[in-house]
């Protein structure tokens, strides 16, 4: 008996567009979100990179003896030839049907300031038809540009509600977003206003003071918390793996949101809690289970992390309850991220509940709507899609 889901309808509660002007770098060098360079030799000879070409062998049915080398310059030269029917015919393979970006991104762009641009959002939206598309927007992203204008705090945050404002009539997301645990960490704590005030003046002299960077970061969140109240929206929280070394691992476990989380008021705002807090699993999960508002996110665990599906399903559903787990892929930058991780993330999800009803924990009927939750029925529940 096996419980086959590969062929179930997906919603991708959490990636980013990918026009095709923006893909830049080699295929085999976009598999590891390190910012650090990597050789060609290493990269090829993940199990991922294996994995990925060889289910991209099978789409393109190229022959089975055809090799890694070839199976990439096949793929480049398709989506080179028309990208718009190379996108749509990946997502229609994955049974894609929604998808909801994070259009204010790269976190590179944190300092960098080099945001995917409107024209560069304007090309993917108009290459995609196969899916539906809906938008998210980060806290940092609207109230970022606001720091550097020297305006008295008071002025400050009212400029960002009016901002934040203007951008959800604009983009009308369906949710928001943190990557606070980039800049200043996941341990958030709850400034009064009188502290966010001064440490605003005080980094705004000196930017590279980082506690006090942290007590107006940390102020910012808590703060914003009335935003999702007020407009209707979850949250979406960065946490675990990303780019090195922007990303410091360290500050990213997602067990330093437990204050946070705790909070009365915060425990009003469903959270979810993305990339499944990968490497910290079992941590994510033990989180989710024990709040209420807090909701898994799977991404990280598929197209970073080669085979790790095939383990870390099975350590988030120790504690994890099915209504609480949300597919998505993180993907971004190339089509192949989004549609790759619904592949393979049916596969092992398939694998895992065959396992369940083997073990007579439920049978194949509560597999099957168990799998349609994750797969699409949360993220319809919590974004009201
Ligand atoms: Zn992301």
Redesign the pocket.
Known sequence: MYVDVTDFPVIDN???PYPYSREKRPFWRCFNSTLFEQTEEMAKSTILLHMVTNELRKFMGMDPASTMDEVIAERDRRYKADPKGWVNALAKDANLQEAIL?IT?PITAWKSKKFITQAELDEYYAEIESYKIHTELRFEYIYDPLISKDLLFGDFLTRYYKAMDAAVKKEKPVSFKSVIGYITGLDVTKPTYEQAELAYYRYLQDPEDFANEKVLRDFMLQDSMKLCLKYDLPLQI?TGSGNTPLCRLTKMNPLLLHDFLADEENRKVTTII??CGYPFLREAAYVVSHFGQAHLDV?QMVYHAGLAAETGIKELLETCPFTKMLYAS?G?GIPEHTWYTAKYFKQALSRALTYYVEMGVFDEATAKHYASLVLSGNAKRIYKL
């Open positions: 959490h990636c980013h994070d991104y960065h993305l990339h991404s993180d971004g």
